[in-house]
């Protein structure tokens, strides 16, 4: 067998055997035992004796893989003794994958986990959702890094005069992208309530266990070692759109430069048409173009020249050492990432350093710190709406007849932007001079110390600090036409100063004492304090002084665009029982006491409690064979209660607050005189927490000597007194309220299926599967409550919504009226679907499934990896798949375009919206002609129901792909290598969405840079993903 | 043994860390940013400013579509729906809380004045609401968490309620105040001056009365015939107009509604051929004041045309002009506009002197009991108009009306108003010119119209549904009070229009 580790006992010094299982070893004198290690098979040792060969095969160890996991509050535990689901992700499978993004480099390893990147940008956020949404708000599982909370917050530019969630930024990151990847030595995934019970309230949507090889410790070996990881990536736009180039721009097939969209006549009906800048406004900008023609013709390259190769060059390096007492490690880290999109980018730096030592009293103690610094630059980016104008909003739909690339994009003189449509900005402008830039620094780190009074009863205290610091410019360039009513077209800055901090203290007292031979008794007692505050402060300055420069100092009036501080603190006791007798039947009880700052004094306090157990069935019943090596039935129930957030149990008067829309707005103070308004929010003196409580049912089996391997569990969790922002009547005086309303419900299934189909002795073949399905249901909101709206930023009554009997986050909007057997009813004038007067469910984004394939193919030193994406079902709705179909600008578009057409349905009365009948009283079939651009633009694009922009979700992906080599110790035993391994990786090399309209490009599995808790499953501006491919190197000296 | 003392050390550190838990520690749960208190000098700026955006910026382009002044696409085929009101109905019961805490403080501290100016400024936005909405939640409004199922109140008692409240209101202002109104710049309308606070109390109710005049017209005749009794208690002339002002700011964004929507987010918002057309036939010397045509010439769109293209026609289409929103008059220089074009800081004119001339022709006219001379009060109405066009336009750079010009049209006018044949003849007259009158106040035409018929408005092309006799309750209302009514149909008219 190559790579296994024979290690002189006692000591750092050994090697590893080569391709053929062959390993040579210079012992000292006095050294008395060998000992073979390889992951998946037993440890073993063999006395040296007199021997100068030793060769011995080693056993398959069915019931070591994922033997130990690190569980709640990082102890790590056997993983037959867990009655719980847990997951362990091995920090290996997600480095050197061309995924700089952590978050995003999990996607498909472990069941249960949902993540969706939010769009394409360098640095841009993803969601992490497990077992669904249960609430509203923050809905992702807490993150744990080596002991210490982290804070993962995604931060979007706020609902405020300026901006907002549809018309703001949308690259903003997250702040679980501040991690390096390539430091991550393992992640657990606790998925379910009673495994969360232990780390409290914040664990209510389960928790993400991670610990850094700085954080790792342990007794080293005695020397050091150097490790070097790099990456060389390069990265294009994932997939382009399949455009027509038979006919440019205009309607009706007639010529119109100022036209959006693309209905005009065929290429070969017309020679040359005007200049777009050789009218009578760009006389005084390009008067050498005044009356020039251009041929008529299509440009097909007009949005892929738009798009760049990026790269992203990756380095790590670190120091680990130790002796018998103690280890430090260090490391340093830089991510350069160029993005496929001109003007985006992401550039990280790491700093890492821990150690830990044990004295000969016995006292062990730590520390570990990390400092990150990162830019981001990106293009604007978001919803498209209302003069927001990100580059993507009408990128993918420009006319075929223009060319892009062959136009100025500024004016020669001042710079300024210059389009053919005035109310937009030129893509290509847009990108280069309307910048969002986030600078983020951040610290972490925590000490530690351990005391084993005895050898059954030990104290250990950790003390961790998190506090990051992020600046955000979002720089309108002077004459940019992106939120006409806030910059006027003088252009301006936002500047969004964030700032927070968080400690946590834990202290646990664990006592473990077999009580008798059969029986082992652990005991853990703990407390836990945890701090978190924030302060944010968003300053809007407009009318720039000078072009270019993102300083609020060059701007001519700056206001005061909201902030505010926060501080909560939570308090806590909890208790952790377990019993395990003859290693074969566990239980365990866990129970946790709460007080928070944030509720009512006499709701503070709040208790919740879990139980699990499991059994392994195959020791009680001796089954042992090479059909099933392995069995447990695991069962547990769980309680989580969680608090609210800051500030609202009584209202509060609000200074000089905006109000108004997106047309016209108002802000204070007015003619310098100030104004108090009470606040929006009324508060809720009687505040309780909400409860999520779960029953969880799991078995683990491995057959076939460990050729099979199964991890099953089913889950029920409901959630109660769900702590909500919910409507309520102006006429209160107040439009809103936090208040305890309503019930959420997600069942469902996650499968994990390890398969090895071949396995010799230098090949093998490992199939690994992830399966997840969540259903979730709103029970139901406050009383008498029928809806309650997602994220608050949207038009009309467009948006995500919790409805009671329906799926978390449907989506609702206008839609076609039909006939009672579903027919559309078309307008009998027009020959156009008649569009309903009231919102109706359009959308579920809910998947049925996500499932992923990992296929792992090794062959002595070289590792062959890929991994397939299966995600099933969910809706998706997509404004730019919709537009570029509207605009004509799709291939299957100019298919037949001369041929009118009839919308099937049939023929009603538009005021009335009842079908028309015939002299037989049965409904008239629609038999209008229209015209294809009708057709496809008002019957089923942008303007007719957003209905008819509703899609599936389906998509299958080859996500990532990987082959590797690792040099055999052979070669590397005459050079200072240690062990050296170098490759290439894939990532979004290919993906197909079937129900997509054809040749749109669009992948529904892209956050569409609408990302917000439980808003998902729609994009108004789509910024495509990125497929890479990379070059890896790895050694260690 | 030593191993005893550890341990128990150990539980005595244990529970000191969770003794923390003891209130002290917890007790952080303040907003340190936003206060929990404040003074009616606080808060009287943004009622009145708020207030003042309400009537002027949504409801404004819904209401002067309707009267075809303005054409804008969302409005003007009818059939509106809760999701059209929703913003503006909430901004209105927002503002009405606010005037609601003045009236509790200041009747806590004595500030009598404050009470008694947001009494008469409280009954305002019930009348508007009730003119709009008919039946509204009165009696169990602004109550916060102790009433969020308000019953609807009939809109006849709201209205009687208005009464009542700017009687107390002018009663109030005659007390001694403890704080001195408008002393730290809070009274952006009057500048603290209860006289004018008195009178325009007083012109309010003279426009309920006749407002109420079909349902009640012994009510309205006995009301009306008691303020003219008292004409210096009312609004008597333009220099005390209730006008809240806006201003000249783009940061913080102070500037008009019409303003924004025509220089700066120039979408949307097109005239209406009628109103073009009205001004035009009537040889009106104000037009250059009310409608500036950036092309050179008139181009607006007739209502609920939905066959015509709307285009891009944001630099040629012709817009408000500087009487109305604060931006130019139209001197033919046929610019294409923008937010450096003008100073956008026309006030919303509520409640005005040549409302109150108009109100009493009409009243004298259609009042058996009331007496007077109609025709007169006609004249000294419109030329109370041309004068406060004078007025601001001038002070804003526009050359000013002559007295010829103003001469000729009255002469005009007053010849139509006699060659009428029947009073629904003259009271036509008056009220085309009450409509000229008050181009920016769309809710009051919307008022004028449902309650007399004129102008006459011309037939939309095509609608999706019937002229709308009040709005829809806001959406969000009706969703989460559960003692809302349902939806009522566009058609149920408000209790004072008996038409």
Known sequence: MPGVSVIIKGTSSGTITDIDGNYRLNAPENAATIVFSYVGFRTAEVEIGSQTVINLSMDVDEQVLNEVVVTAVGIEKNKRSVGYAIENVDGEVLQQRSEPDLVRSLQGKTPGVEIIGNNGAPGSSSSITIRGYSSTGANQPLIVVDGVP???????????????????????????????????????????????????????????????????????????????????????????????????????????????????????????????????????????????????????????????????????????????????????????????????????????????????????????????????????????????????????????????????????????????????????????????????????????????????????????????????????????????????????????????????????????????????????????????????????????????????????????????????????????????????????????????????????????????????????????????????????????????????????????QAVGNNTSSLQGPYNGISGLVNGAGEGDPNLTPEFTTEIELGTELQFLQGRIGLDFTVYDRNTTDIILLITRPASSGFVQQVTNAGEIDNKGVEIGLNLVPVQTTHFKWDLYTTFTKNNSNVVRLAEGQTQFALGSAFTGDFGSYMIPGKPFGVIQGSAYERTETGEMMINSTTGIPIETQESQVIADPNRDFNMAVINTLSYKGLSFNFMIDFLKGG???????????????????????????????????????????????????????????????????????????????????????????????????????????????????????????????????????????GVRGFDFAYMPNAKRFSFNLRFTL | MKKNIIYKFLVAIMLLFSLGACEDYLDINVDPDNPTTATPFQLLPAVQMNMAFTTQDALNRMTSTFVQRLNNFRFEFFALNGGDTNNDWNRMYRTLLNAEDIITIGTEQEQWHYVGVAKILKAYMYSVMVDLFNDVPYTEASLGATNFSAKFDDGAMVYDEAFALLDEGIADLQKESKAVLGATGDDLTYGGDLEKWEKMANTLKLKLLNQIRLADPQRATEGINALLANPDKLIGGNNENFSIPFFNSSAPLNWHPYYQTFHSSKGENDLCTFYDQLLTTNNDPRYPYLIYQQSGAFEGRDPADALTNRGNDDDTKSIFAIYINGGLYDDGGAKAVDATDGTGDAPARLVTYFMRKFIEAEAVLTLPGVSGDAKALLEEAIRASFSDVNVFSVSRGAPEISSEDIDTYVAARLDAYDNATTDAERLEVIMVDKYVALSGNGIESYNDYRRTGFPVLSTPIQPDGPWPLRLPYASDEIESNPNAPTQPLETEPVFWDMN
């Open chain 1, 875 to 1013: 809706q998706y709705y997509s404004a730019t798949a919709a537009n570029m179909m509207s605009r004509g600008v799709l291939g299957f578009t100019a298919v037949d375009r001369e041929t009118p057409r009839v919308i099937p349905g049939v023929i009603a009365d538009p005021t009335t919206r009842q079908p028309l009948k015939d002299e037989n009283g049965n409904n008239i079939p629609n038999d209008i002609q229209i015209t294809t651009g009708d057709y496809y633009w008002r019957g089923f694009g942008s303007a007719g129901p957003q209905e008819g922009s509703v899609y599936g979700a389906t998509v299958i992906k080859l996500r990532e792909i990987s082959l590797m080599y690792n040099l055999p110790s052979s070669w590397l035993s005459k050079t200072p290598f240690g062990s050296a391994s170098l490759g290439f990786s894939g990532r979004n090399l290919w993906f197909h969405a079937p129900d997509m309209p054809k040749g749109s490009a669009i992948d529904p599995d892209n956050g569409g840079g609408q990302l917000l808790d």
């Open chain 1, 150 to 656: 982290f804070n993962n917050d995604g931060l979007l530019d706020p609902v405020s005069a300026s901006a907002n969630a549809l018309t703001g930024n949308a690259s903003y990151s997250n702040r679980l992208g501040d991690i390096n990847p390539n430091d991550i030595e393992n992640i657990s995934v606790l998925r379910g309530a009673s495994a969360s019970v232990l780390y409290g309230s914040r664990a209510a949507n389960g928790v993400i266990l991670i610990t850094t090889k700085s954080g790792k410790g342990g007794k080293g070996r005695k020397g050091m070692s150097i490790s070097y990881s790099g990456s060389y990536t390069v990265e294009q736009v994932q997939k382009l759109p399949d455009f027509q180039n038979e006919y440019g721009q205009g309607g009706d097939f007639v010529y119109d430069g100022g036209f959006y969209s693309t209905w005009g006549p065929k290429f070969s009906d017309l020679d040359s048409v005007p200049h777009h800048y050789s009218g009578a406004a760009f006389a005084d900008i390009f008067p050498e173009l005044q009356g020039k023609k251009v041929p008529y013709q299509a440009y097909p390259d007009n949005v892929a020249d738009f798009y760049r190769t990026g790269s992203i060059i990756d380095n790590s390096i670190s120091l680990t050492g130790g002796n018998e007492n103690g280890s430090f490690f260090a490391s340093y880290s830089r991510t350069d990432h160029t993005g496929f999109i001109p003007g985006t980018s992401f550039d990280r730096n790491n700093f890492g350093a821990g150690g830990q030592y044990e004295l000969d009293n016995g006292l062990k103690f730590g520390a570990n710190l990390n400092y990150m610094s990162s830019q981001q630059q990106s293009v604007q980016a978001g919803g498209g709406a209302a003069g927001a104008s990100p580059v993507h909003s009408q990128l993918w739909y420009i006319p075929r007849s223009i060319d892009l690339q062959g136009y100025p994009y500024q004016d020669p003189v001042t710079g300024d932007n210059v389009w053919y449509r005035t109310e937009l900005d030129n893509p290509i402008w847009n990108a280069e001079k309307n910048k969002y830039r986030s600078q983020v620094d951040r610290v972490w780190g925590n000490i530690f110390a351990e005391y084993n009074f005895t050898d059954w009863i030990k104290a250990a205290y950790k003390f961790g600090y998190n506090n990051y610091n992020e600046g955000r410019r979002d720089f309108i360039e002077y004459s940019s036409n992106i939120r006409p009513s806030t910059y006027n077209k003088q252009g301006g800055l936002l500047y969004d100063e964030i700032v927070n901090k968080e400690f946590n203290s834990n202290f646990l007292l664990t006592i473990n004492r077999n009580i008798s031979n059969d029986l082992n008794l652990n005991v853990m007692v703990g407390q836990e304090t945890n701090q978190r505050q924030s302060d944010r402060r968003r300053t809007l300055g407009t009318t720039l002084i000078t072009r270019g420069i993102d300083e609020m100092g060059n701007t001519t009036n700056q206001i005061y665009d909201g902030g505010g501080r926060s501080k909560r603190r939570l308090v806590s006791l909890f208790a952790d029982v377990a019993l395990a007798y003859k290693d074969m039947l566990f239980f365990n009880y866990q129970a946790r006491n709460d007080w928070s700052s944030t509720l009512p004094k006499e709701n503070r306090s709040f208790f919740y409690q879990g139980v699990n157990a499991s059994w392994v069935f195959t020791e009680s019943f001796d089954i042992n064979n090479n059909i099933l090596s392995y069995g447990k039935i695991r069962v547990g129930y769980g309680k989580v209660g969680k608090d609210a957030s800051p500030y609202n149990l009584t209202s509060v008067y609000v200074a000089n």
